[in-house]
């Protein structure tokens, strides 16, 4: 919680990161860039899903609806923070010259995104409509 | 692996696909924000619709723009100017407050 604040201190006094290390090669850079890019581009997909579900399942009890939009929203925005602080780590760690951090972000979001699915396949089979 | 030279070509083509990813995700985005409009004007038009149009119209705009800066600045020379966590920091917080947008929609 410490190091997310840290980071978060990075986002707005981006010279800070200049202080660690060395410049890496900059073909890695770009790597990474697209990386947080590729990141960015699911969290628009589920905010889009959340979108989705609100528009397109309109026969669906409301609590359904809001249930799963929200939960998708909220993905979307935990995934958007988590882009930010992954690329921000991953580059600290190449300038440092470091071992790239792992993560277990993409395994829960990806438990996360298929219990939103069996969610919505049981709903829409089920037919829980209002 | 040695860096090219500056004012070189990459035989790599990083910083274009580098650009095509920024132009991949503003067109994520902007799918987004059509979504947002529509659910916006879901219950026909008024001054709540509007400034929902307006607000999720406007950080579309903000996303552009980062997106625009990003892509001039990889047109230039190799190696390009550094991606900074501000830009970075701009583009999320775009993408979230359009996730409160639509938290307000659902809701």
Same mark, same amino acid.
Request: aromatic share 8%.
């Given at each position: 919680?410490?190091?997310?604040?840290?980071?978060?201190?990075?986002?707005?006094?981006?010279?800070?990161?200049?202080?660690?290390?060395?410049?890496?090669?900059? =073909?890695?850079?770009? /790597?990474?860039? +697209?990386?947080?890019?590729?990141?960015?581009?699911?969290?628009? %997909? &589920?905010? @889009?899903? #959340?979108?989705?579900?609100?528009?397109?399942?309109?026969?669906?009890?409301?609590?359904?609806?809001?249930?799963?939009?929200?939960?998708?929203?909220?993905?979307?925005?935990?995934?958007?923070?988590?882009?930010?602080?992954?690329?921000? =780590?991953?580059?600290? /760690?190449?300038? +440092?010259?470091?071992?790239?951090?792992?993560?277990?972000?993409? %395994? &829960?979001? @990806?438990? #996360?995104?298929?219990?939103?699915?069996?969610?919505?396949?049981?709903?829409?089979?089920?037919?829980?409509?209002? | 692996?040695?860096?090219?030279?500056?004012?070189?070509?990459?035989?790599?083509?990083?910083?274009?696909?580098?650009?095509?990813?920024?132009?991949?995700?503003?067109?994520?985005?902007?799918?987004?924000?059509?979504?947002?409009?529509?659910?916006?004007?879901?219950?026909?038009?008024?001054?709540?619709?509007?400034?929902?149009?307006?607000?999720?119209?406007?950080?579309?705009?903000?996303?552009?723009?980062?997106?625009?800066?990003?892509?001039?600045?990889?047109?230039?020379?190799?190696?390009?100017?550094?991606?900074?966590?501000?830009?970075?920091?701009?583009?999320?917080?775009?993408?979230?407050?359009?996730?409160?947008?639509?938290?307000?929609?659902?809701?």
């Amino acid at each position: 919680m410490i190091e997310f604040a840290r980071n978060v201190r990075l986002w707005f006094v981006p010279e800070r990161i200049r202080e660690d290390g060395g410049t890496p090669d900059y =073909r890695f850079s770009l /790597a990474n860039e +697209r990386t947080f890019l590729a990141w960015l581009r699911t969290s628009l %997909a &589920l905010i @889009g899903g #959340g979108f989705a579900v609100d528009q397109f399942l309109p026969d669906l009890r409301w609590a359904w609806r809001v249930g799963l939009a929200l939960g998708l929203l909220a993905a979307g925005v935990l995934c958007a923070l988590r882009s930010v602080n992954h690329w921000i =780590r991953c580059e600290r /760690a190449m300038r +440092r010259g470091e071992d790239l951090p792992v993560s277990r972000f993409p %395994a &829960l979001l @990806g438990i #996360g995104v298929a219990l939103v699915a069996v969610a919505m396949v049981v709903a829409v089979l089920v037919g829980w409509e209002a | 692996m040695s860096a090219p030279e500056r004012g070189a070509r990459d035989p790599g083509l990083q910083p274009e696909r580098t650009r095509l990813a920024w132009r991949r995700t503003t067109l994520t985005a902007t799918v987004v924000a059509v979504l947002a409009g529509k659910s916006a004007l879901r219950d026909g038009p008024g001054a709540a619709a509007f400034a929902g149009c307006v607000l999720c119209c406007g950080l579309w705009l903000g996303f552009l723009g980062v997106a625009h800066r990003r892509i001039r600045a990889l047109s230039g020379g190799v190696p390009p100017e550094t991606f900074t966590p501000r830009h970075a920091g701009t583009a999320a917080l775009c993408t979230i407050a359009l996730a409160v947008c639509a938290t307000a929609l659902v809701l």
